[in-house]
């Protein structure tokens, strides 16, 4: 591949080479020093898979443009690099490229069911299960667009044979995941690419962000991410990216990964009262009646989920008080009642989402501290995943939590006593003789009765209350 590259214009391979490494595996040795900002690698237009260059194509170009609907960027590369890996001749150059791609993955979708479930209740584990069917539906339909109509350019054995073809088609999505650099171009255009060699460098968080793509010259260059030694491993930086994603499209994780995050996912149904009022609203506010917020280590509880919640949570009466004023933003609160409500609402959604974890927090750091999971294996990585989320999670119900308190002291709305002709929180009947839930002291009852019927609501908030409290 080397000497291909350099007879085709590929600057700066002298100077590196492929190696070994722990922890990353395979990646790119200096062998000469660099200081940080230098060049150290070019990789020229003519050698760089993107889709310009699929649709160039003498042989597979035209098939690929004239597939209806037309094939997204990833199926458009990784047909290409499926086409190139099937010629037994010609294409030396791309096929030696191919040659030194990974034979196998360690996406999540190649997990064994058990260690998947380590990371139960995460984003990762929904995705990749979903992924996972979604592909063999994304086969089949490529098999229909492209793939059957040229049997000459795709053969039967390689492609079309259905379960071999989902194996093939795995393979090059995730070649395709893991190995291409994105680029916003200066026209707001982005490009998708792969350039050999460069495609070796893996990642560090500890580096600058330092490739490039020149748009003019349309080649992309690796620079020196900070200072090197001969021998060193060079680096680039693959993005601020949670070990959610890292694990799906790349394979690993990076313990105690400051990126950590957790997609929340608000939406409402259109069924629900003054569905169309509260869209406005929403719309008003930047939002929609259905949005992912990320939930981060450093925000754990953006603003935008409590402006979501407000409005969501508008009732008859908010809505005749509010007619007459602007609430844009619903950047402060609309009344005690509406804050206290989302409030208590978020903190049992977090609860419930936190209950929802396969393993919780405590029981995976202990797992790994005993190293029940073999360091850098699956389960590890999937049990790190989980952790992140789970972190964000916490961090998200104790602010929650924080501001609940505060809102609850502001309306007068405090736990643990009883205002007066307070409601079973079941039956909603007024009563003189109600009881406070034993373990949280804070949600009042009738009776037995409606305190049991009343639990599977009740629990999550309860043993929220009740943590806080110390009870
Ligand atoms: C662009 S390729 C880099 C070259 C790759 N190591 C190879 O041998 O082809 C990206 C892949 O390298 C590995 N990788 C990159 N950075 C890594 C890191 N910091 N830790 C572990 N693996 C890493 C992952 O397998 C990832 O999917």
Redesign the pocket.
């Known amino acids: 591949m080397e000497s291909w590259l350099k007879s085709c214009g590929a600057v700066g391979l002298d100077d590196l080479e492929l190696a070994d490494f722990p922890?990353?595996?395979?990646?790119v040795k200096t062998l000469r020093r660099f200081t940080k900002g230098e060049r150290i690698l070019t990789i020229p237009s003519g050698i760089l898979w993107t889709v310009e260059h699929a649709y160039a194509d003498p042989l597979v170009g035209s098939v690929l443009r004239s597939a209806r609907p037309p094939l997204s960027v990833e199926d458009t590369l990784a047909t290409y690099i499926l086409f190139i890996r099937s010629r037994e001749s010609g294409y030396d150059g791309l096929r030696s490229h191919v040659a030194?791609?990974?034979t196998s993955?360690?996406?999540s979708l190649f997990f064994a069911e058990d260690e998947l479930e380590v990371c139960a209740g995460t984003s990762l584990y929904t995705i990749t299960k979903e992924l996972d069917r979604s592909i063999k539906d994304d086969y089949r339909a490529l098999v229909m667009r492209v793939l059957a109509q040229r049997r000459d350019l795709f053969p039967l054995d390689k492609f079309t044979i259905e379960d071999v073809g989902v194996i093939y088609y795995k393979w090059a999505l995730c070649t395709v995941w893991?190995?291409a650099m994105d680029f916003v171009l200066p026209d707001g255009n982005s490009i998708r690419l792969v350039a050999p060699f460069a495609?070796?460098?893996?990642?560090?968080s500890e580096v600058e962000p330092c490739h490039v793509y020149d748009a003019s010259s349309g080649s992309l260059s690796v620079l020196a991410g900070k200072d090197y030694e001969a021998g060193d491993q060079a680096?680039i930086y693959?993005g601020s990216i949670p070990n959610s994603r890292l694990l799906r499209?790349?394979?690993?994780v990076?313990p105690g990964n400051s990126n950590d995050n957790y997609d929340l996912v608000l939406s409402t149904h259109p069924s629900a009262p003054f569905f169309e009022l509260k869209q406005k609203l929403w719309a008003s506010a930047g939002l929609d009646s259905t949005c992912t917020i990320s939930l981060t280590l450093a925000d754990p509880l953006p603003k935008n989920v409590i402006r979501y919640l407000r409005i969501q949570r508008l009732d008859e009466s908010d809505f005749a008080a509010i007619a007459h004023r602007q609430l844009a933003a619903a950047d402060e609160k609309i009344n005690d009642s509406n804050e206290v409500e989302v409030l208590r609402f978020l903190v049992e959604s977090f609860c419930q989402l936190l209950d929802g974890f396969g393993t919780q927090l405590e029981k995976l750091e202990e797992q790994l501290a005993e190293g029940v999971y073999p360091s850098g294996g699956n389960a590890w990585a999937a049990a790190h995943v989980s952790l992140g989320e789970q972190r964000v999670l916490r961090l998200a119900r104790k602010r929650a939590e924080d501001l609940l308190s505060a809102a609850e002291s502001e309306s007068g709305d405090v736990r643990g006593s009883l205002p007066a002709m307070a409601r079973c929180a079941n039956c909603e009947k007024d009563s003189a003789q109600l009881m406070l839930c034993g373990r949280c002291k804070a949600i009042p009852y009738c009776g037995r009765a409606c305190q049991v019927a009343h639990y599977k609501e009740h629990k999550a908030i309860c043993r929220a209350i009740a943590s806080k409290s110390g009870s």
């Open positions: 922890v990353t595996g395979r990646g030194a791609f990974p993955y360690s996406s893991s190995r495609d070796m460098v893996n990642h560090s680096f693959y499209l790349y394979g690993f990076v």
